[in-house]
């Protein structure tokens, strides 16, 4: 069965802190790994990670795949209270017809004043 | 921009009703999924479509069906509504096999009384 866990399930910063959250997988047919920042409503794509080692960049959002720990970071600097969110990991493996995604039950995000 | 809709932001219904949640994307999307989204469990996979009349079992497939007749909407059928069915949907779509980004849309909570 698939797996995907996130860690830790929620995280209280200050504004300006850096903040590290984790996602850890086991899936079959792996083929993608992507975050998703969910605010009130509909989660929006943040990245999506294919090859280990390399790191995306947007702003101060950063996030790294290691295939070989089954493991991706995503990174927030200088956290502003607009990133108070749930962060969702989620992995993709293709099941012969079309690509799946398994999410993990995401990382709740405050950040304070 | 890519856009989906859902046919209702709130919903409830009373136990054994049939119930539809309808979904429309706009961008021509092959892919179409169903979610549903509860506390510590996160999101996880109704049924997707990978194409007209094509449908996928995801994760939690039990007590519900799908309709895909036309390639901009997807419908999610709850046969007969029970309260362990009270969540929020969010219904989802991607251009095709190797675009894994998908969109969501604003969810539907439905309550089942």
């Known amino acids: 069965e698939d797996k995907v866990v996130q860690s830790p399930l929620s995280l209280v910063v200050h504004e300006g802190d850096t903040v590290t959250l984790n996602c850890s997988y086991e899936?079959?047919?792996?083929?993608?790994l992507l975050w998703y920042k969910q605010e009130k409503k509909a989660p929006t794509f943040l990245f999506m990670l294919t090859s280990s080692g390399i790191e995306k960049k947007s702003g101060r959002l950063s996030s790294i795949l290691d295939k070989k720990e089954l493991s991706s970071i995503l990174n927030i600097t200088a956290t502003q209270t607009g990133d108070s969110a749930i962060y969702l990991c989620a992995v993709e493996r293709y099941t012969g017809t079309a690509s799946k995604l398994t999410f993990g039950t995401g990382t709740r995000l405050q950040v304070t004043l | 921009d890519v856009k989906v809709t859902q046919s209702s932001r709130y919903l409830v219904k009373r136990t054994g009703e049939k119930v539809f949640l309808e979904c429309v994307q706009d961008m021509d999307h092959e892919n179409m999924f169903w979610y549903r989204q509860d506390p510590g469990l996160g999101l996880r996979l109704i049924y997707f479509s990978y194409d007209v009349k094509m449908k996928e079992k995801g994760d939690i497939p039990e007590g519900y069906s799908v309709s895909r007749e036309k390639k901009e909407r997807f419908s999610l059928i709850l046969e007969s509504a029970s309260t362990n069915q009270t969540s929020m949907y969010l219904c989802?779509?991607?251009?095709?096999?190797?675009?894994?980004?998908?969109?969501f849309g604003p969810g539907t909570r439905l309550t089942v009384t």
């Open positions: 989802a779509s991607s251009l095709g096999d190797r675009d894994y980004e998908q969109y």
């Open positions: 899936v079959t047919n792996f083929r993608s």
